[in-house]
């Protein structure tokens, strides 16, 4: 495949998988949402892509696996901080929100790097794991639990 293409659908593969996971956070009109997702997810996947496509890096694999160890430490621990800020902890009320929505930060940029890592199979299943857990088992906690208040995602 031509290298530029190859560029653009791990791209473009990024942005739509932060996209689907950030729809869901859009329709729950949570605080971080199809835009902040698709750019969490395409940031990912850019510094991955730029990490793996240095100049002779390919040559020295023991170099490669240092620098793709190095970029999946650095994002996941890096955007962590951006999930960090929709969390809301209420101590009198003894509850926590937003720890949904800050995990499908850390889930976007995962499937970010495995988009610019073209670890396609990972970012297939990884993407359906994450939209059942998001829309299918809210609406099996609908269903079980009409009425209760407290936040469930």
Request: aromatic share 4%.
């Amino acid at each position: 495949m031509d290298l530029s293409l190859d560029i653009v659908l791990r791209l473009c593969a990024a942005a739509a998988v932060g996209i689907l996971i950030g729809l869901n956070r859009d329709l729950r009109n949570k605080p971080i949402g199809m835009r902040t997702l698709g750019l969490v997810s395409l940031g990912a996947a850019v510094v991955s892509l730029a990490g793996v496509q240095y100049a002779d890096l390919a040559a020295h694999p023991d170099a490669l696996s240092r620098v793709v160890q190095g970029i999946i430490q650095g994002v996941m621990a890096g955007v962590s901080f951006i999930g960090a800020g929709v969390i809301l902890r209420d101590p009198p009320a003894q509850s926590v929100h937003g720890l949904t929505t800050a995990a499908t930060v850390w889930i976007a940029a995962a499937l970010g790097v495995a988009c610019g890592l073209a670890a396609w199979t990972t970012v297939a299943v990884g993407l359906s794991l994450a939209l059942f857990l998001l829309a299918g088992l809210r609406w099996i906690e609908d269903r079980i639990w009409k009425g209760d208040a407290g936040e469930r995602g």
